[in-house]
């Protein structure tokens, strides 16, 4: 089954403790991107990759980190997580077809920073 | 940069009414607009698009228009079931190269049976 995978679904964590979201696709798709979706404010573009070992900024990068090793994975790192960084976050893949992409968003990962 | 409208916020139908919902985007290079649906505890669904050289698409009960001039594109269902009862999400971006679409705060679709 083609699908996009994040791991966990759920996340309480404390203030400034290293945490990793892992994100993976099965369709061989090019783009990757993670979001994040506040009640109120819609969903707002952390990061993207347009391919292996090529990353770049998205609308709020601040505080996050990504990396694209394998095209199928693209964890997200968040290396001191604080209280604002509580959120919905999704993983979303994308194959590139008529010159735009068709995103294919994973399930979410729900996190709180206490 | 881009910046994104989406009206209402909630929409409440009876079953087998039509539901509009509206947005209006500023960067006149945006090309691509899609709309996703997400249910309670999922992640967005990409249920239709439209690129800026179609005025309008359908797709059984769904469709989507566009106004380039007027910059503003909605979408439209017909015959409303409960399960259509979801959040909506509009967006619009430049395809082509980078891509950073800019999403709308979403429409919540209620539909009472």
């Known amino acids: 089954e083609a699908q996009v995978t994040q791991n966990p679904r759920y996340l309480i964590t404390v203030t400034g403790k290293k945490l990793t979201v892992t994100c993976s696709q099965n369709?061989?798709?090019?783009?990757m991107s993670w979001y994040r979706q506040d009640p109120g404010l819609g969903l707002r573009q952390i990061y993207y990759?347009?391919?292996?070992?090529?990353?770049d900024k998205g609308d709020v990068p601040e505080g996050y980190k990504v990396s694209r090793k394998e095209k199928r994975n693209f964890p997200l790192i968040l290396e001191s997580p604080s209280p604002n960084q509580t959120s919905l976050y999704f993983c979303a893949s994308s194959p590139y077809r008529d010159r735009s992409y068709e995103q294919y968003f994973g399930p979410g990962t729900r996190l709180t920073v206490t | 940069g881009e910046n994104v409208e989406q009206h209402p916020s909630t929409l409440s139908v009876q079953e087998g009414d039509s539901a509009v919902i509206k947005c209006t985007y500023s960067d006149s290079a945006s090309n691509y607009f899609p709309w996703y649906k997400q249910e309670l505890g999922k992640g967005p669904q990409l249920i239709i698009d439209i690129r800026s050289n179609v005025g309008e698409k359908k797709d059984q009960r769904i469709a989507v228009t566009l106004n380039k001039t007027a910059k503003h594109f909605s979408l439209h269902i017909t015959e409303t079931q409960p399960e259509d009862s979801a959040v909506y999400f509009c967006a619009a971006s430049v395809s082509g190269g980078s891509y950073i679409p800019t999403f709308g705060r979403g429409t919540s679709l209620i539909v009472h049976p």
């Open positions: 369709m061989n798709h090019e783009y």
């Open positions: 990759s347009m391919n292996v070992e090529v990353t």
